[in-house]
């Protein structure tokens, strides 16, 4: 049973445009919502993370929005870029980091 | 450049076979993970390691071993290869515990191939 549930498994988005990536979960002990990007051939990386206690996080033109009555968390990229082009995943985690559990992710394409 | 190294990058393996993955951080990060990736179901945590001398299992630890003799080296085995176990691999460090934004498997490798015939 999948802990984090992701959608859509791909987008295509024109340049310019905003991508919409969305998350959902069902264990109220996740305290800890990053996002990752990960490029062909290359590791994850850390693009921006939200706790909880906030609804929105904003980090130039990316955007976390977190439904804590919903659980439900999701990633906007404003004024999508093709260097946006990737594939990106959510993931989830109790207060100790421990255990991470990754969403299973999305292929975003961004058209020039 | 301090991060993550993974060995070998790829590899083709016969069933059966041993196969030992390799993963060196240079970040004195307490924290190691091995995560295998595969089409439509992201990434899953085989095993991990909060620090030095300690282990503890994942989502899918069945058919893999971990050892963490020192705080730089975290390595894979497969003891003996099944077609299953087909995948990219990564290897991620991070600082555990509550708190700090950092403290997070943020350091991800560049993963290892390996396909098993």
């Known amino acids: ?112 | 450049i301090a991060g993550i190294t993974q060995a070998p990058t790829s590899q083709i393996l016969a069933a059966g076979r041993r196969m030992t993955l390799r993963c060196t951080q240079d970040m004195r990060h307490n924290a190691m993970y091995w995560y295998r990736q595969d089409l439509g179901l992201g990434l899953r945590l085989i095993h991990y390691s909060n620090t030095a001398g300690t282990t503890g299992k994942g989502e899918v630890p069945d058919g893999y071993s971990v050892s963490r003799a020192n705080t730089d080296d975290f390595p894979l085995t497969l003891a003996s290869a099944v077609p299953s176990q087909t995948s990219v691999y990564f290897c991620a460090s991070g600082t555990p515990g509550p708190g700090a934004a950092s403290n997070q498997p943020q350091h991800f490798g560049d993963g290892t191939r390996l396909s098993i015939l």
Not at chain 1, 11 to 18: E, P, R, S
Not at chain 1, 76 to 86: E, L, T, V
């Open chain 1, 1 to 112: 049973q999948q802990q984090v549930k992701q959608s859509p498994q791909s987008l295509i988005v024109q340049k310019g445009g905003i991508s919409i990536i969305n998350c959902a979960y069902e264990n109220t002990a996740f305290d800890y919502f990053p996002w990752y990007q990960q490029f062909p051939g290359k590791g994850p990386a850390l693009l921006i993370a939200i706790r909880p206690d906030v609804s929105e996080k904003k980090e130039g033109r990316f955007t976390i929005s977190f439904n804590k009555s919903a659980k439900q968390f999701s990633l906007h990229i404003m004024d999508s870029q093709p260097g946006d082009s990737a594939t990106y995943f959510c993931a989830a985690t109790t207060y100790n980091f421990n255990k991470f559990y990754f969403g299973s992710g999305t292929k975003l394409n961004v058209k020039p």
